[in-house]
């Protein structure tokens, strides 16, 4: 970087920089408009309008290092690889995870993880869960970003079976299985959700919750007494 001596006099008055960066701006607003312009009229279909991927239409390829969700491994006979050693949720700097361990089955392993739980809103995706396990447990090589869809904070909560299930759809359908599976979830919920001709619209926090949980009805409205109103017979 130039110290200050070493600036020549048009540098240190910022001018010519300013509208250096002003031309910048300005081609690529207008190289940008013009090409909508075009693209709406069915020209110039070849030529890329703006480095803005227009999500869902068009989706952004993620690297081969990119840390996605979450997924926990399988053994050869499909068993999970985790041990519930809880040297993750230790690790673990959001506190995101939550193992309830178990005596395992298979009588050369200890421990399986009975529950095993990801709560995404507190996760910070940082990957210190897939460095600390010493077993190669849990990976987050999925290709896939968090879920952003939910209404109520158990959307959000990964269980043992969605974390599992990752990895059989990473070996039978690739790279791009997971992604492919939650866009149509995307879809799933759209159509579910943003029907305005379904009345139950109004509860869907309340699907999959027990029916002891759910607020009581509300109690119908007796109708008011006329003190005045004398019966007959009477005094």
Known sequence: MKRREELTFWERIYLPEVLKGLAVTNYHFFRNLTLHIAHAMGLAKAE??????AYPDERKVYPDHYRGSHR????????????????CATACPAQCIYIEAGESPDPHVEKYPVRYEIDTLR??????????????AIRMDTYVHPRIWGFDRKDFVETKEVLMHRSRVLAEKGRDGNMQEMLEWYREQEREVYNPERPE??????????QHLRPAPAPEELPAVDRHHVAPGGK
């Open 48 to 53: 890329r309008a703006a480095a803005t991927v």
């Open 72 to 87: 926990l491994t399988l053994r050869e006979d499909g068993a999970v690889r985790c041990t519930s050693c809880f040297l």
């Open 123 to 136: 996760c910070i995706y940082c990957g210190l869960c897939v460095e600390a396990c010493p077993c190669d």
């Open 201 to 210: 619209l109004k509860t869907y926090t309340e699907r999959g919750r027990p």
